[in-house]
Nanobody, 116 residues
Framework: QVQLVESGGDLVQAGGSLRLSCAAS????????MGWYRQVPGKQRELVAD???????NYADSVKGRFTISRDNAKNTVYLQMNSLKSEDTAVYYC??????????WGQGTQVTVSS
């Protein structure tokens, strides 16, 4: 079992920045990849970015050049630095962790609202 606790969601003006954090606890040594999805009401959850234990990253085209995912394995925490925020980035952001076994665990979500 892995527990994920997100923080950092807030209301910010367009062009601003936020940093989301996701702290993992439990079977942390079983975690391979971690990442972030986001969801807007009425739409499917979409992948924002992910990062493997070794540091390989992947980004959605819509956030490339603006968002940066990073990971501190010593603190069992993954971060999402979001710059140049746009109104279309408004969503609930969910952290996830993929275990080597193939199981996936989710955080509870954190709201990001970008005002134009």
């Amino acid at each position: 079992q892995v527990q994920l606790v997100e923080s950092g969601g807030d209301l910010v003006q367009a062009g601003g920045s936020l940093r989301l954090s996701c702290a993992a606890s439990g079977s942390i040594f079983s975690i391979n990849a971690m990442g972030w999805y986001r969801q807007v009401p009425g739409k499917q959850r979409e992948l924002v970015a992910d990062i493997t234990r070794g540091g390989n990253t992947n980004y959605a085209d819509s956030v490339k050049g603006r968002f940066t995912i990073s990971r501190d394995n010593a603190k069992n925490t993954v971060y999402l630095q979001m710059n140049s925020l746009k109104s279309e980035d408004t969503a609930v952001y969910y952290c996830y962790a993929d275990l080597y076994s193939g199981l996936r665990f989710w955080g509870q979500g954190t709201q990001v609202t970008v005002s134009s």
